[in-house]
Nanobody, 121 residues
Framework: QVQLVESGGGLVQAGDSLRLSCAAS????????MGWFRQLPGKEREFVAR???????YYADSVKGRFTISRDNAKNTVYLQMNSLKSEDTAVYYC???????????????WGQGTQVTVSS
C-alpha cells in the first residue's frame, strides 16, 4: 500500500522559513517524479515544484528563488524548503507522485493528506 505522509506545516510570520517533508512508503521515490502542490479552499490545486528521478527540478514562477525541492533517496523522503514566506503562500500543501518525467496533474497517482501552512503578515 502506497502512502505519502506530509509534515512540517505550521503558522509562521512573513519572511520566515519552513521545511516540509513527504515520507513515502510502498514506492521508491528515486524512480518517480515527486511533486508539491498547494490548494486554498474553493480554489484549484496549483503546482508548486517537482523533482524528477534524474533530479531535474521545476518550480512555479511564484515560488522560484524562494522554494527548493530536494530528495533523500535513503530516507525515501522529499522535502520542500520554503524561504521568505509570504501571506500568499498560505495554503494546504500536498505531496504527490507520478511515474512520468513530465507529468500532467492527472498523471499524479498518489497523494498525501496535506499539511497546512499559514503565513501571517
Amino acid at each position: 500500500q502506497v502512502q505519502l505522509v506530509e509534515s512540517g506545516g505550521g503558522l509562521v510570520q512573513a519572511g520566515d522559513s519552513l521545511r516540509l517533508s513527504c515520507a513515502a512508503s510502498g514506492l521508491t521515490i528515486s524512480s518517480r517524479t515527486m511533486g508539491w502542490f498547494r490548494q486554498l479552499p474553493g480554489k484549484e490545486r496549483e503546482f508548486v515544484a517537482r523533482i524528477t528521478w534524474a533530479r531535474n527540478t521545476y518550480y512555479a514562477d511564484s515560488v522560484k528563488g524562494r522554494f527548493t525541492i530536494s530528495r533523500d533517496n535513503a530516507k525515501n523522503t522529499v522535502y520542500l524548503q520554503m524561504n521568505s514566506l509570504k501571506s500568499e503562500d498560505t495554503a494546504v500543501y500536498y505531496c504527490a507522485s507520478a511515474p512520468q518525467l513530465s507529468p500532467r496533474l492527472s498523471d499524479y497517482e498518489y497523494w498525501g493528506q496535506g499539511t497546512q501552512v499559514t503565513v501571517s503578515s
